[in-house]
């Protein structure tokens, strides 16, 4: 079940009491038509790529060419370099980072940079935080 951090209460946490704990990810190897599968889902607009803990990238709605063979590797338009922030950080360092962005989500990965440890996901409306 999804429910809401309001942003006012995030402010005084980290992004590891925000953010989305066990977000969904597709396999390294996956294909982009698996990713395209994802998308059909509107709420999804990040495809997190992992290899097992490790994080191997992302797509975005608009990283993914429409005319991407379905059957090539979802690798090929995941980006490794992306904003992170750890579980550690504190949301008042996170949000102005969110607000740069286009699509308000941030990778977060453990101290080593690399174990995914969540995602940390505004809500459409910009006053709060998804949660499960």
Same mark, same amino acid.
């Given at each position: 079940?999804?429910?809401?951090?309001? &942003?006012? /209460?995030?402010?005084?946490?980290?992004?590891?009491?925000?953010?989305?704990?066990?977000?969904? +990810?597709?396999?390294?190897?996956?294909?982009?038509?698996?990713?395209?599968?994802?998308?059909? *889902?509107?709420?999804? *607009?990040?495809? &997190?790529?992992?290899?097992?803990?490790?994080?191997?990238?992302?797509?975005?709605?608009? =990283?993914?060419?429409? /005319?991407?063979?379905?059957?090539?590797?979802?690798?090929?338009?995941?980006?490794?370099?992306?904003?992170?922030? +750890?579980?550690? !950080?504190?949301? *008042?360092?996170?949000?102005?980072?969110? /607000?740069?962005?286009?699509?308000?989500?941030?990778?977060? &990965? /453990?101290?080593?940079?690399?174990?995914? *440890?969540?995602? &940390?996901?505004?809500? !459409? +409306?910009? !006053? =709060?935080?998804?949660?499960?």
């Amino acid at each position: 079940m999804s429910k809401t951090v309001a &942003l006012a /209460d995030a402010l005084e946490m980290t992004v590891g009491e925000v953010m989305i704990r066990a977000p969904k +990810t597709l396999p390294a190897d996956a294909r982009v038509s698996d990713v395209r599968e994802a998308f059909e *889902r509107p709420t999804v *607009r990040s495809a &997190l790529l992992a290899d097992g803990p490790r994080f191997a990238g992302v797509i975005e709605r608009d =990283g993914l060419p429409a /005319d991407a063979p379905g059957d090539a590797p979802a690798g090929t338009y995941a980006r490794m370099e992306t904003v992170t922030v +750890t579980p550690e !950080t504190p949301m *008042r360092e996170a949000i102005p980072l969110l /607000d740069a962005r286009e699509e308000p989500r941030l990778v977060v &990965l /453990d101290e080593d940079g690399v174990t995914l *440890r969540g995602l &940390l996901c505004g809500n !459409t +409306t910009a !006053t =709060g935080f998804c949660v499960r």
